[in-house]
């Protein structure tokens, strides 16, 4: 399948923010696998938890419990404000997971409710659910028929929340800061303010953490800094540090309505996974990896606000954390990233006009020093059409 346009380098071997490729080249990733690898490339904490799992116990079926598996889902609780974890693959399948607990809960506490408002460019995932939640049309209308029952607002607009509310929503879904759609980060009273709205009319809150979760946005989890906490969590990317895993979080009275039987997964929560995941999760709160990615993340803008003056081409810096964006005042973001891959660096062109950076959490001074000159110098070479 020619499902993506790839980048043209064929990646041997990694370590921290640095890969090779096949012709022994070295490069800057601030790709990290799209914002998965927030340790890096083979961090010994993953490579020894992967490997020491692998030597015990691979996997079983979800008809057991497993330490590995017990382990994380305690330590996710201890750290969130959420009470229940289901474990899964991917980020697609933690929100269909949410979709469906939504479903459930809207069917026996909201009389039959079902309808979730999503946001115009957010992005949840390719499974039909989950890409019928996402709002941007070009991934969902060659699939149609679509799933019933979602509405799309505009993102950061609290009123079209309101307005879109009917005896029929059961939950608003949305990402604390849009990633795929352009991270693009709310007002600072956004989550708040729905929160309200939510608790007012009884819906549920479903944030989709996927991609800010686990530290990148400069807290554990991104609502932390919106003083607003959800009542279902998804997670995946950086949880299982480049393994997969995702998950759905609940609080208890809202996972009480998925019974046995109403949801499952074969390989969701194995140990090997699970045994990663905890692993990573540990070593980023007691490292505080967090409070580095704030740190570094404020580091990187700064460096990057710093090329305004000499570039024109660039119309403004913006992100949260080490979820940082490039706006350019043409398409010209391919070209870009692709002089930027000649120089030694990867960085994503997530539109025609924006570049996105996502370096692991563990990236240093020097190297954004270095992938900040790299990016000065493609920029340089003849002003990008
Ligand atoms: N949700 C968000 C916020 C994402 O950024 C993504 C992937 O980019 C997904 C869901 C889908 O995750 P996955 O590709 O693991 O299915």
């Given at each position: 399948f020619q499902m993506f346009r790839r980048v043209p380098v064929t990646l041997v071997r990694g370590r921290g923010t640095r890969v090779w490729d096949d012709q022994g080249r070295e490069y800057l990733d601030f790709v990290q696998g799209i914002a998965v690898n927030v340790l890096g490339h083979a961090h010994p904490v993953v490579a020894d938890a992967v490997r020491r799992q692998a030597e015990e116990l691979i996997h079983t079926s979800n008809l057991v419990y497993t330490t590995p598996q017990l382990e994380l889902a305690a330590l996710l609780v201890e750290h969130s404000c959420l009470d229940r974890v289901f474990f899964c693959n991917s980020g697609a399948e933690a929100n269909e997971g949410a979709i469906k607990l939504a479903r459930r809960y809207g069917r026996e506490r909201l009389n039959g409710a079902y309808e979730i408002i999503c946001t115009v460019n957010g992005f949840h995932g390719r499974t039909l659910a989950t890409v019928t939640a996402t709002g941007t049309e070009k991934y969902r209308l060659p699939f149609a028929p679509l799933p019933e029952g979602f509405v799309h607002v505009p993102f950061d607009d609290v009123a079209a929340i309101q307005a879109a509310t009917t005896p029929r929503t059961c939950a608003v879904l949305l990402e604390p800061v849009q990633g795929e759609g352009g991270v693009n980060v709310p007002a600072p009273d956004y989550l708040r303010r729905v929160r309200q709205w939510c608790d007012q009319h009884g819906l549920l809150l479903i944030l989709d953490e996927v991609q800010t979760g686990v530290g990148r946005t400069g807290t554990l989890w991104a609502y932390e800094q919106a003083g607003a906490e959800p009542d279902v969590m998804t997670l995946a990317k950086g949880l299982g540090g480049g393994v997969p895993?995702?998950?759905?979080?609940?609080?208890?009275?809202?996972?009480?309505?998925?019974?046995?039987?109403?949801?499952?997964?074969?390989?969701?929560?194995?140990p090997l996974a699970t045994r990663a995941g905890y692993a990573v999760l540990q070593y980023v709160i007691q490292q505080d990896l967090p409070a580095r990615a704030r740190e570094l993340g404020a580091y990187l803008m700064q460096r990057l606000r710093g090329l305004e003056d000499r570039h024109a081409v660039i119309r403004g810096v913006r992100g949260v954390g080490l979820l940082v964006a490039v706006e350019l005042r043409t398409d010209a973001a391919e070209e870009v990233a692709r002089r930027c891959l000649e120089r030694g660096l990867l960085v994503n062109n997530l539109k025609p006009d924006l570049l996105r950076f996502t370096p692991p959490l563990t990236v240093s001074r020097e190297e954004i020093d270095r992938a900040v000159e790299i990016l000065d110098a493609a920029l340089g070479d003849a002003p990008p059409k």
């Open positions: 895993i995702g998950a759905v979080l609940a609080r208890e009275h809202v996972a009480a309505h998925f019974y046995p039987g109403d949801h499952g997964t074969t390989f969701g929560g194995n």
